[in-house]
């Protein structure tokens, strides 16, 4: 096993894998970025390193710094959280050149499944449903309209190298699609360097339901069960819960076996998530696999029993899975909410600041992941995300009951979040009976 482990990353995730290496006796080094300097995560680690200035592409998406961090403290492997570099396999090749190791799968995984043009074009070979849409890439206008006219209206134009929700825009014309084409493009070119682009049809109102995966060295690969995530606002998600409300035992076998070859088609390893959309009449289509740990990682925790993050790192160590499929029980159901410093009455901006009062919820069934604490001034620099908020219950109702107590507790004073927005979704009917899919937020909003 490693005994010092580099987290390229901040606020919860870097906390929350700072606690796994903690209990299984592994040494932490931070990275942190001048801003950063007080973070919870800067503090919380065996060691810290500043790697830079504020701005992203200065700190934690600078790699060679981050690799010099890493050598320089002696680090045997570095865990790269979500977002910032846990996709680039640029970064992964250049843990592997300075015998790094990267906790994630190889860079030819990343690679084949991180474009998502090209992830749907293997996953077609490989004999799993994919979004209608088109073969590859769309590079032209013309090309768009032809594509969009042959799958039929409506269409969702989507960036290649698209993520948390950005570069992506839907068209029921072709005027619109004109339109879109260009601003999705355009879009992408600025949040992701990249404006490759990709059509797939408007599937209408669907559900987003994923499956996590766990696959070993040794060819083991399992599923954990799925997540619905189909509360989102603009494509993002807000509130997750595991099981589907709507899930049978059948279709979860079903999808879950599915996930498992879609992962064995690009021979994955470490931990990663395939999602699907799920239309009206039970029908599923890839749309795509993020290959890391995701945000809402805590709720399978919660119905399974396994520590995802500790899995990962015992995976990348070369370990074996010591749990077989048939011993993936789940049990119960968890709900968790997405806490930003956010304005959900001024359009949900970002809200950051500093936090003068702060009291966290606890009692039975409460899990907190959190980066804030009372005195923490939050930068206006990255993700809004401040916290996740994570319930267990015996079954959906008393998840439910338990999340409203637990917002009802949670108290924070000098800037703005979507506490009060997540209590409002806790309570609407339709959320209560498990009837919704990914329009629920925007409909809740125009009532
Ligand atoms: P998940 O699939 O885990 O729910 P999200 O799509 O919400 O993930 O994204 C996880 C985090 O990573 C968010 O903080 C988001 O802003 C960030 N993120 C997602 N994709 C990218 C990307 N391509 N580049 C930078 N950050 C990203
Ligand atoms: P990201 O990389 O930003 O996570 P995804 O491809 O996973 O992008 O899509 C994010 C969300 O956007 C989905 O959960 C869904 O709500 C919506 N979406 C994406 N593709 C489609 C589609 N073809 N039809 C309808 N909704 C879609
Ligand atoms: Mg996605």
Redesign the pocket.
């Known amino acids: 096993m490693f005994k010092k482990i580099l987290i390229a990353n901040r606020g919860e995730i870097a906390v929350r894998i700072i606690r796994a290496c903690r209990e299984m006796g592994i040494e932490t080094v931070a990275v942190y970025s001048q801003i950063d300097a007080e973070a919870l995560h800067t503090q919380m680690a065996d060691e810290a390193v500043c790697i830079g200035p504020a701005k992203s592409k200065d700190s934690y998406l600078h790699m060679q710094n981050i690799i010099s961090a890493t050598v320089l403290t002696g680090a045997e492997a570095i865990h790269p959280g979500f977002g910032f570099l846990s996709e680039n396999s640029g970064f992964a090749q250049m843990c592997q050149d300075c015998n790094i190791t990267f906790i994630g799968p190889d860079p030819a995984m990343i690679d084949g499944m991180g474009n998502?043009s090209q992830a749907r074009k293997t996953m077609i070979a490989a004999g799993i449903p994919v979004?209608p849409g088109s073969e590859g890439s769309v590079d032209t206008i013309e090309e768009a309209i032809k594509v969009a006219g042959q799958i039929g209206f409506p269409v969702?134009i989507?960036a290649s190298a698209?993520?948390?929700?950005?570069g992506?825009r839907i068209a029921y014309t072709q005027e619109e699609c004109i339109k879109a084409f260009e601003t999705a493009k355009a879009e992408a070119k600025a949040a992701f360097g990249d404006d490759t682009m990709y059509i797939?049809?408007?599937?209408e109102e669907?559900k987003?339901i994923e499956f996590q995966i766990l696959a070993d060295q040794y060819g083991n690969t399992l599923y954990l069960g799925e997540r619905d995530?189909s509360i989102?606002r603009r494509?993002q998600k807000v509130l997750e819960e595991a099981p589907s409300p709507i899930m049978t035992e059948a279709l979860r076998r079903e999808m879950g076996e599915v996930a498992v070859k879609a992962a064995k088609a690009v021979n994955y390893k470490n931990a990663g998530t395939i999602?699907f959309?799920l239309d009206k009449y039970n029908r599923y289509y890839f749309?795509?696999m993020n290959t890391r740990i995701q945000v809402e990682h805590p709720i399978t925790e919660m119905i399974t029993g396994i520590d995802l993050i500790k899995e990962q790192i015992k995976i990348a160590a070369g370990l074996k899975l010591t749990v077989r499929q048939e011993d993936i029980i789940l049990r119960g159901h968890s709900i968790e909410c997405r806490i930003n410093a956010e304005d959900p009455e001024r359009g949900f901006t970002p809200s950051p600041g500093k936090i003068t009062t702060l009291h966290i919820p606890g009692g039975p069934g409460v899990r907190m992941d959190s980066a804030v604490y009372q005195g923490y001034t939050i930068p206006p620099t990255y993700d809004s995300m401040i916290a996740k908020l994570i319930v267990y219950g015996n079954n959906r109702e008393e998840a439910i009951a338990r999340m409203k107590r637990a917002l009802g507790e949670f108290i924070i004073e000098g800037i703005h979040t979507n506490i009060d927005f997540q209590y409002a979704i806790m309570s609407q009917e339709d959320f209560i009976k498990g009837q919704y899919h990914?329009g629920f937020i925007a409909t809740m909003l125009n009532k």
């Open positions: 998502k979004v969702m989507k698209g993520g948390g929700g950005r992506m797939e049809k408007f599937v669907p987003h995530c989102q494509n999602e959309l749309i795509e990914t």
